[in-house]
């Protein structure tokens, strides 16, 4: 297994022209660029004293000097410590606090809602849009920041040359990343990824959906959490991707007019997207041709048809679409199947670093997650048929969560595998089928196991359902549901949608897990920036 910094290094000195790092509409970087910020950034690091293993914060939008920023700290020997923007000030001021961080890379407008004694292991705050420093209270750090590229000028007075690249490879069991999973002022877990769990992702996701230097891909994810900053930025750049940030959450108008420009060689993404997609797109495409979809060989020419202008709508060279961070809607997935559309639905957490299964899509079975990429076990009686906790180990796994010694206690067995939280079997064949979460199950009162989430997979197929929660109330069923219904319905129709989505659901569902009651939202659920809903808000 080859080191993903080496990787890089190789990358920077066989491209050194080839864009690395693109804002959409925007600034561009070449790696050659990179390549001077790192060592700019290293020799600022040794000037202002701050040593190898220091922890700094990363607290801004996604853009490309984001990314720059990230791999400054990186290659550079210190822990990262990525904040999502979205956090509030407290939140962030916390978290800051929690990672004893030193520095802190921001949005001028975040920074002004920051009180620095909040902070007190700070020595200075840097803009990440134009490098500026927004406050400091080490002269040391200050002077250095601001005399960085001339001393970057006296160490390499003819310039930075490709074969002068060389970054550190020794590391692989430190510290690389702090990933916090909520921006909670409370009991903070700061998920702890090595070198090594870096290297061990990039490994197996060359074996999987390897990169190609000159490939481009478009970032849409939130670069703040693994899934986005693994599989969407680190993998594909140091192989020779140009990342193209889009900065904020895109219209759908906006995200393909980026997707038709920058040309994607994969389309990383959740669920919602695709959903959204289905939604607008191909479900009313699809309901048209209702008579022709029923003619053998005729409905394949259909969907061969579909397929075509769903990948040219994505840019034309999109080779497959991994989602995750939440279950795809069950009708979105059977359509896509039988367009086969090359798409994979993983699982992971910020504790894997983040796959723990994922399938090419090819041999794909819908409904599944996948197949583990290390070791998974199910702890069952019976593991086939019977959901128990899904349990993890493998060089990608955290090593704990830090400076919180319960949560450690909590997070493992004692014979060292890590505790997902999740419930699901396991085929024969070692695809895993996650059945819910293990604190949203409900045990009714003859002892049956219900999982919300399959409930609601029932649900979003009911007629004017966009989004649907199953809770427990004083030992009912109860389903929360966000509809989607056209401007013109009426209000004796609007009134009767409750007990329509019920009696419809409880058609498809065992007697044990019966509906009760229907409660309609008028606005849609809270959300996580993986775009699944904050279930612990509404039970």
């Not at 070791?375 to 400076?403: C, L, V, W």
Request: proline fraction near 6%; charged fraction near 25%; hydrophobic fraction near 40%.
């Amino acid at each position: 297994m080859k080191h993903y910094l080496r990787k890089l290094e190789e990358t920077v000195q066989e491209h050194w022209d080839l864009k690395a790092l693109c804002d959409y509409r925007g600034e561009e970087f070449t790696y050659g660029d990179l390549a001077e910020n790192i060592a700019t950034f290293g020799i600022f690091l040794n000037n202002a004293g701050i040593d190898k293993g220091e922890k700094i914060a990363l607290c801004a939008r996604n853009s490309a000097r984001w990314a720059m920023t990230f791999w400054d700290i990186n290659v550079n020997s210190c822990v990262v410590v990525p904040l999502l923007a979205d956090f509030s000030p407290g939140g962030i001021a916390a978290l800051t606090r929690h990672s004893e961080s030193v520095l802190l890379f921001t949005d001028e407008d975040i920074w002004a809602k920051l009180f620095p004694e909040d902070m007190p292991n700070l020595k200075a705050a840097i803009n990440v849009k134009d490098s500026t420093l927004l406050w400091y209270q080490d002269q040391k750090v200050a002077d250095a920041w601001e005399n960085r590229k001339k001393a970057f000028s006296q160490r390499y007075p003819h310039g930075l040359t490709p074969e002068r690249v060389s970054y550190p490879t020794d590391n692989s069991d430190d510290l690389a990343i702090i990933n916090y999973t909520s921006g909670t002022t409370g009991n903070p877990k700061g998920v702890m990824l090595t070198y090594d769990a870096l290297s061990d992702i990039d490994d197996f996701s060359n074996n999987h959906f390897p990169n190609q230097p000159g490939d481009t891909i478009v970032s849409m994810l939130p670069m703040a959490h693994m899934y986005g900053l693994v599989i969407e930025f680190i993998h594909p750049n140091i192989d020779g991707v140009a990342v193209y940030f889009l900065g904020k959450a895109p219209s759908p108008t906006t995200l393909l007019k980026a997707m038709q420009d920058v040309k994607p060689y994969m389309v990383v993404t959740v669920p919602l997207v695709m959903e959204k997609v289905y939604a607008n797109s191909i479900k009313p495409a699809l309901e048209k041709m209702k008579v022709p979809l029923a003619i053998p060989l005729v409905n394949k020419l259909i969907y061969r048809q579909i397929r075509k202008k769903l990948i040219e709508a994505f840019g034309g060279k999109v080779g497959c679409f991994i989602m995750g961070g939440a279950a795809i809607k069950p009708e979105v997935e059977r359509c896509f199947a039988k367009l086969r559309l090359p798409f994979t639905v993983g699982y992971g957490m910020t504790e894997a670093c983040p796959l723990l299964a994922y399938e090419w899509w090819t041999d794909f079975v819908p409904g599944s997650c996948g197949k583990a990429i290390h070791e998974i076990r199910i702890d069952s009686p019976d593991p086939k048929h019977i959901p128990g906790e899904i349990q993890a180990r493998g060089r990608n796994m955290t090593i704990g969560y830090f400076k919180n010694p319960e949560a450690n206690a909590a997070a493992f067995t004692d014979d060292g595998w890590f505790r997902t939280g999740d419930l699901g079997i396991i085929d024969d064949k070692g695809n895993i089928f996650i059945r819910g979460r293990i604190k949203s199950m409900i045990l009714d009162s003859s002892g049956q196991n219900i999982y919300p989430e399959e409930l609601e997979a029932v649900l979003s197929s009911c007629p004017y359902v966009s989004e649907s929660l199953v809770v427990e109330r004083k030992g009912k069923i109860v389903a929360l549901v966000y509809p989607e219904v056209p401007d013109d319905m009426d209000a004796e129709t609007r009134a009767s949608l409750p007990e329509l989505i019920r009696s419809t659901a409880n058609k498809a569902l065992p007697a044990y897990g019966k509906i009760n009651k229907v409660e309609i939202r008028d606005l849609p659920f809270e959300k996580t920036p993986k775009m699944s809903i904050k279930r612990y808000l509404y039970q």
